[in-house]
């Protein structure tokens, strides 16, 4: 891992009580998820869909300034519930007990350029069964930015606070083409038959969006005899504001100080229990109000998220206060803070890394702890 644990070493007794706390409870809370979280789920479709509405109607009548800044505010709102709350858990599987098609993790289909396919894979598969393993979990950086001193400095590095803006600003289009891993086409591992082919499933839903935001409601406006720029306009900076958002949101979950990182070698002959472990070392919180937690899709609650990704965020608030009461127990550090602190430590990270950095020696600890 990347920095000395401010968490204590467990002994093979207390690493096997502590996955079995674990375990306790998210059996009592999987067996008691009914109506309140079926009606939950409900109200956050019809948000979606009536704020998403309102947003683009809103946009019809651009002409008129803050007609369109509360249309794109709306709008923005939309694409960031439907992307977090929404989309994200649904996929995890969360509500797939309730047996209705429209949250149905397999099926549904999200609103951003990338599939639902590629992300099931990419984030639900790689990151949330190797999350923070160093040359396994590709969310470690996305191949863009070095934030660990275990990850190998290159001279490109020196540019990453440039390409972190970029980042963020297409956030999602980072996501969309992550599983493609386009570097090997410049290696000669795969010919450009094969990155094509594999990148067909992603261009076509590209496509769609593209059509749909840019296209199609910019067209309903033509047909409305009403100014087109507001609507393009408006679709432009609710999908930036979305990506804006979401990068900060899942930055934070995962690159703060305390954030520690993992070698293979952890993977070997892995228990429950140190499989609990890594997530709580490989994550972060932020602490806030209600909306926020609303907005953040939950992943405020990241450490609980990376513990329980097929629990129903909306509970994620009431099993922090036990998980940190267990890491209390166990001399675990429970990361978490407020969002100007923990920003302010992801960008630190991101300048710090840009230049040449070394490992602690005296950061081996749960590599060895097995």
Avoid at 189 to 208: A, V
Avoid at 282 to 290: A, E, H, M
Wanted: charged residues 20%; proline residues 4%; hydrophobic residues 40%.
């Amino acid at each position: 891992m990347s920095r000395t644990s401010k968490s204590r070493t467990l002994s093979p007794q207390e690493l096997q009580a502590f996955g079995e706390e674990l375990d306790a409870l998210q059996a009592s809370v999987r067996a008691d998820l009914g109506a309140k979280e079926a009606a939950y789920i409900k109200r956050i479709w019809r948000l979606v869909r009536y704020s998403s509405a309102a947003g683009r109607g809103l946009l019809f009548l651009g002409w008129f300034w803050p007609a369109w800044v509360l249309g794109t505010l709306l709008l923005a709102l939309a694409k960031i519930v439907e992307n977090m709350e929404l989309g994200h858990n649904v996929m995890h599987g969360q509500y797939d007990w309730m047996n209705d098609p429209r949250f149905n993790g397999q099926d549904y289909e999200w609103d951003v350029v990338g599939t639902s396919d590629n992300w099931r894979y990419t984030h639900n598969y790689k990151h949330h069964t190797y999350t923070n393993v160093k040359g396994v979990d590709d969310d470690i950086g996305y191949g863009v930015l070095r934030l660990f001193p275990e990850q190998k400095w290159h001279p490109v590095n020196l540019f990453q606070p440039f390409f972190a803006v970029i980042f963020a600003l297409l956030f999602q289009w980072g996501v969309a083409i992550q599983r493609l891993r386009i570097g090997r086409y410049f290696v000669g591992r795969i010919t450009g038959k094969q990155l094509y082919e594999e990148f067909k499933p992603t261009g076509n839903k590209i496509k769609h969006q593209l059509l749909k935001d840019y296209v199609i409601f910019p067209a309903i406006a033509l047909i409305l005899f009403v100014p087109v720029m507001p609507v393009l306009l408006g679709n432009l900076v609710a999908n930036g504001l979305r990506n804006l958002w979401t990068y900060m949101i899942i930055f934070c979950g995962h690159f703060t100080a305390d954030v520690e990182l993992f070698e293979k070698s952890v993977l070997e002959d892995e228990s429950r229990g140190h499989w609990y472990l890594r997530q709580l070392r490989g994550s972060s919180n932020l602490t806030g109000g209600r909306w926020f937690h609303l907005l953040s899709g939950n992943l405020s609650h990241q450490i609980e998220h990376h513990l329980f990704p097929d629990i129903p965020a909306c509970r994620y608030a009431e099993m922090g206060e036990e998980v940190r009461a267990i890491c209390k127990r166990y001399d675990q550090h429970y990361n978490t803070g407020p969002l100007w602190k923990q920003f302010g430590q992801v960008i630190w990270r991101i300048l710090r890394h840009a230049f040449p950095s070394e490992v602690s020696k005296t950061s081996a600890e749960l590599v060895t702890e097995k």
